[in-house]
């Protein structure tokens, strides 16, 4: 299995750095490519690029790690997959693992994480991927998070195409790690943005303490508690009406003397009858499909 390392704190990062040496003890063929920088924050930007453009990228190595294929790229963590995924670093992965990122990523805030970004990427594309975080501490419990994504690797190995895991991990060593569970995204995470205003031509980015306390069944709960995290996540999806929710309702007498269904399925024309379907509702989302998949 050719599996692809990558980030957003940028390839020297020390999460980084401890999961490639885990995972190069493994039978697996790995190939790094990250970010030469941090990109924290990216989510699944490319970029601004156009055709022709050149990346500036660098091969570099990680101590303890002899013979393992480094790649440092000029750009964020979804783009690290996609040049991979092109072959720009030989025969694209079957999977991606990014992180290990220094700090949580859950809640409905992993929108903007560039950790989680690489994975939806990858997803787009066709593969599969692991994005996995620790809690903050000092010190870091980077071992212990690698640990885990060894322990998680044959779930995602032998889960449908395209799946996205996102494994968050708290900070205390592996034997003090109450298992693993599965979570639910948190409306919230520990922290929560807040911007002021710093005189007339400058506002002021800030993070304080939310003061949300998460229910055990979420992943923040959960690494609360003492256990690792892990939920299935879905990028780019549609929104189409659940079948329970699909009447045999009509409408006669249309412009084209056709009888219109009230609901909404992929291939009829827009009509006035027809409402947007709550895409918060369960079950009400739809991954599209790729290719014959």
């Known amino acids: 299995m050719r599996i692809q390392i990558t980030n957003d704190d940028g390839i020297d990062s020390e999460g980084l750095q401890v999961l490639a040496r885990r995972l190069h003890s493994t039978e697996h063929d790995i190939v790094v490519v990250a970010p030469d920088r941090d990109w924290s924050g990216a989510s699944a930007a490319l970029g601004t690029l156009e055709a022709g453009a050149e990346l500036r990228v660098s091969q570099v190595s990680i101590d303890g790690a002899p013979g393992l294929?480094?790649?440092?790229?000029?750009?964020?963590?979804?783009?690290?997959?996609?040049?991979?995924r092109l072959g720009a670093f030989?025969?694209?992965p079957d999977l991606v693992i990014s992180g290990i990122n220094a700090g949580l990523n859950t809640g409905r805030a992993v929108l903007h994480s560039g950790t989680v970004g690489a994975v939806l990427t990858?997803?787009?594309?066709?593969?599969?991927?692991?994005?996995?975080?620790?809690?903050?501490?000092?010190?870091?419990?980077w071992d212990t998070a690698a640990e885990l994504v060894v322990e998680v690797l044959p779930l995602l190995i032998g889960a449908p195409d395209r799946s996205a895991l996102n494994l968050n991990v708290p900070a205390r060593?592996?034997?003090?790690?109450?298992?693993?569970?599965?979570?639910?995204?948190?409306?919230?995470?520990?922290?929560?943005?807040?911007?002021?205003?710093?005189?007339?031509?400058?506002?002021?980015?800030?993070?304080?303490?939310?003061g949300y306390v998460p229910e055990l069944d979420t992943d923040q709960g959960a690494v609360n508690a003492g256990f690792a995290s892990i939920t299935t996540l879905v990028g780019v999806t549609e929104a189409w009406a659940r079948p329970s929710e699909r009447g045999a309702d009509e409408l006669d007498g249309n412009d084209d003397g056709v009888a219109v269904e009230s609901h909404i399925v992929p291939g009829v024309a827009l009509h006035p009858v027809h409402r947007i379907p709550d895409g918060s509702a369960p079950h009400s989302l739809r991954r599209p499909l790729l290719g014959d998949g």
Do not use: K, Y
């Open 122 to 141: 990858a997803q787009n594309f066709g593969s599969s991927g692991l994005a996995v975080s620790v809690a903050a501490s000092d010190p870091w419990h």
């Open 173 to 210: 060593p592996r034997d003090e790690v109450r298992g693993i569970r599965w979570g639910r995204l948190a409306p919230f995470g520990a922290m929560r943005a807040a911007m002021r205003s710093v005189g007339t031509d400058r506002v002021q980015f800030e993070l304080t303490s939310s």
């Open 90 to 92: 030989g025969d694209p």
């Open 69 to 84: 294929q480094c790649w440092a790229l000029d750009g964020p963590p979804a783009l690290t997959v996609v040049g991979a």
